[in-house]
């Protein structure tokens, strides 16, 4: 292995220099973290979180709920050992914990993770082309979770609408439907959006512990809490564990722990003022994938996102974030023939302008033609399918077989779907031909005669990927309406028809008019038109999400058939 100009063949030296490359990217400590917790006491407005306890039906569940199938971490217990003893140790563990948010402290035994090196990309003989993955003892991360359960009910409600990272309700779908749906009506007007994309420089492992603190306070932990968040964040180790090897145990200088239950909520609170950058851009985060964009009406607006893009550069200097200038990425989304040109700087480095980018998994162009999405979901799931079909020459079971078609190749074709379902039915036939071949393909193995692909989705009982695609995008609206997706932007889109007489149109939902048909891809607007045109007669906020699946798909296959 390599690192830099030293190299070597030594497991225990391989380890050591996995260790030193991952404490590299941490940023040193700048004061004493208990001080600070004493320091800000005084200086909060808000609601007050001081304590919190825990009863033992709380601690016992927790146990019952832990998954057994993980594996030990530094402390060698073993989750299943746990899970099957809940209801004897369920009482010293809840005087433990309890005891420890009585004085604000968590054990130096728990604040100890286990690193396993993970290859990214490149060769794999350079350390640096390696992530960490951190494992933790379960039961510190029973503590978490119960901590993250009673503090998130409390903080939700703070958290930016813009966040969809580690929000409940929230998630990359939400992300790009907000987003896309924007866009596409956009276009539709004949806008032209000016969009920014950063990149943040390892900002899990740079949140400095202070100002992690202070913000955390702002927003209402105090007191005894606040001292255990202290002491949650100071004194961390980590080894890297390599082949038999675990090396010396390095201190965590900086960041939020990773592979814990809080670090994800405590990175999203630490950059829950960054829309403090935006007075004039729309924003977007998932976790710390941040996008703002704006409509360009005269050039003058141009100087406007720069202005915020400015303020943006000097925030990251405040929290000691750091931005990846070459890798923050700008795109025009027109299909204007006149284009205000418009270049934006960071730090001063001019952002790179692309003519496609890669937004949480979705391939999206200056048209938002969605064109080169398809075709790498295409090749993506012909590749996996071709493994499939190799691997698995001696199975004979279908269930086997559907089973990692569904999970291996059906999931690449269904990924966020509601974002780019083809409005063209040239995409549609492209797509469905995935299925078709594996059925085909199963059909051949099970030594059946050679049928037509509707017969064989009602012989192996499948949906069609475009009524799946459909059932998709129903169950997503409906989440949407009945407030289980919890986004308000989107639901602020949808508007409910109320007609001025007694009318036979039994819609629910007013359509917008649109000028061209790329406004009529908007999604939003697509899945309204799709209640008006099949769902009327379900009642969707009367019945479970899994009721309403099932008669959709009674529909969806009457309709087949």
Request: proline content about 4%; overall charge positive.
């Amino acid at each position: 292995m390599k690192l830099g100009t030293k190299t070597s063949d030594d497991p225990k030296i391989i380890s050591e220099m996995f260790s030193h490359h991952f404490k590299s990217v941490f940023e040193p400590l700048s004061d004493n973290a208990y001080t600070l917790a004493q320091h800000l006491e005084d200086n909060f407005t808000g609601t007050n979180l001081h304590d919190i306890r825990f009863t033992q039906l709380e601690v016992c569940t927790a146990l019952k709920n832990i998954d057994p199938n993980k594996g030990a971490g530094p402390d060698k217990i073993k989750p299943v050992f746990l899970k099957h003893t809940s209801n004897t140790i369920c009482m010293p563990l809840n005087i433990i914990f309890n005891k420890c948010l009585e004085t604000g402290t968590f054990p130096t035994q728990w604040k100890q993770a286990y690193i396993t090196p993970i290859h990214k990309s490149g060769s794999k003989n350079n350390v640096e082309n390696y992530r960490p993955i951190s494992i933790l003892s379960a039961i510190p991360k029973i503590f978490e979770k119960l901590i993250h359960d009673h503090i998130y009910s409390i903080l939700k409600n703070t958290l930016l609408e813009e966040q969809h990272g580690f929000v409940n309700g929230r998630s990359t779908l939400t992300n790009l439907l907000v987003f896309t749906n924007f866009i596409f009506n956009s276009l539709d007007s004949k806008s032209q959006i000016e969009t920014v994309y950063t990149d943040f420089k390892k900002a899990f492992d740079k949140v400095d512990h202070l100002l992690l603190l202070k913000k955390i306070s702002y927003n209402g932990i105090k007191g005894n809490l606040l001292r255990w968040f202290a002491s949650y964040l100071q004194n961390r180790i980590q080894s890297v564990v390599l082949n038999g090897y675990i090396s010396l145990p390095v201190v965590v200088t900086s960041g939020v722990p990773q592979g814990s239950i809080l670090g994800p909520l405590l990175f999203i609170l630490f950059i829950n003022d960054i829309s403090t950058c935006f007075d004039h851009c729309k924003f977007l985060l998932y976790a710390d994938d941040l996008k703002l964009y704006s409509a360009i009406i005269k050039p003058d607006d141009i100087k406007l996102i720069q202005n915020d893009l400015d303020r943006l550069e000097n925030y990251c200097k405040i929290n000691k974030l750091f931005l990846a200038y070459n890798k923050c990425k700008h795109i025009t989304y027109t299909r204007n023939k006149n284009v205000v040109h418009a270049d934006f700087y960071l730090g001063g480095h001019k952002i790179v302008s692309e003519f496609s980018i890669r937004d949480l998994g979705v391939y999206l162009d200056t048209k938002l033609t969605l064109d080169r999405h398809i075709e790498e979901i295409l090749n993506k799931s012909y590749r996996m399918l071709g493994f499939v079909t190799r691997i698995t020459k001696s199975f004979k079971h279908k269930d086997t077989l559907t089973c990692l078609y569904q999970s291996l190749v059906r999931s690449h074709l269904e990924y966020v779907s509601p974002v780019w379902n083809p409005f063209y039915s040239v995409y549609e036939d492209k797509i469905e031909k995935v299925q078709k071949k594996f059925l085909r393909i199963v059909n051949y193995r099970m030594h059946s005669p050679r049928v037509s692909y509707e017969n064989l989705l009602t012989k192996y009982q499948m949906l069609s990927l475009k009524d799946r695609r459909t059932l998709i995008d129903a169950t997503t609206f409906r989440n949407i309406c009945v407030g289980e997706i919890k986004c308000s932007q989107l639901l602020s889109e949808v508007r409910f028809r109320i007609p001025p007489k007694n009318t036979r149109s039994k819609n629910l939902f007013h359509i917008p008019k649109t000028r061209t048909n790329i406004g009529k891809r908007a999604p939003v607007r697509r899945m309204c038109v799709l209640h008006n045109k099949m769902l009327n007669d379900i009642d969707m906020f009367s019945i479970s999400r899994s009721a309403f699946k099932t008669k959709l798909k009674s529909t969806l296959v009457t309709i087949m058939n």
